[in-house]
């Protein structure tokens, strides 16, 4: 089976960063315009499936995806964003300005921080390799389409690679960037990460 792997569009705090997590954003104009250019992409494949995380920003990004595929898309709360806890809606500067040392761990120990009142990133590769394995059971010699955030799909990367959430910042995921993944007897390979191909037009 093959595996799909996208992040949403662009939203307003993508553009001016700020941590996200379960903020409800909608894409602005240029994320509806990435989601579209994915979903052209995606249409080069027969696909079975698609799953999406069930917050605005990957919901608008799936339901642009499954247009030309005559599909619904099917939610998926193992793979919703990681919970930031306190640090929602803070930008990145705010973080470090109140948070100094765990911001600092966050940028250098990332698989040892618990977001205050949050999630850490083991608590995140729990539920979304969980997911993800019973989609694989389930959709077999089939291609499926996830539609998460950019966490999440570092996580799942790591995950699929074998390699433990220490690696997390040696994954990039750009925005509307698509992953494909082969799982055959189980064991996946990779075929293309943080595929941006689709977005040239639009720069």
């Known amino acids: 089976m093959r595996l799909i792997i996208g992040r949403h569009g662009r939203t307003e705090w993508n553009r001016v960063e700020r941590f996200r997590g379960r903020a409800e954003l909608e894409l602005d104009e240029v994320g509806i315009k990435q989601a579209e250019a994915a979903a052209n992409r995606v249409a080069e494949w027969q696909i079975a499936a698609v799953y999406s995380s069930p917050l605005h920003r990957a919901l608008t990004t799936a339901e642009i995806l499954v247009r030309p595929l005559s599909l619904e898309v099917r939610l998926l709360l193992g793979i ?29 120990s990332p698989h040892e921080v618990k977001f205050p009142g949050g999630e850490s990133l083991a608590d995140v590769r729990e539920r979304a390799a969980s997911a993800v394995d019973d989609l ?3 959709h077999p010699k089939e291609t499926i389409v996830l539609v998460s955030h950019k966490v999440l799909c570092q996580i799942l990367i790591l995950s699929l690679l074998g390699l433990d959430n220490s690696h997390f910042w040696e994954i990039t995921q750009d925005v509307c960037a698509i992953n494909l993944f082969e799982v055959r007897g189980g064991v996946p390979s990779t075929l293309f990460i943080n595929d941006t191909c689709h977005l040239k037009a639009l720069n």
């Open 80 to 108: 919703i964003d990681i919970d930031y806890g306190e640090w929602q809606g803070l930008s990145p500067e705010e973080a470090a300005a109140n948070y100094g040392n765990l911001y600092s761990k966050w940028l250098n």
């Open 136 to 138: 694989i059971i389930q």
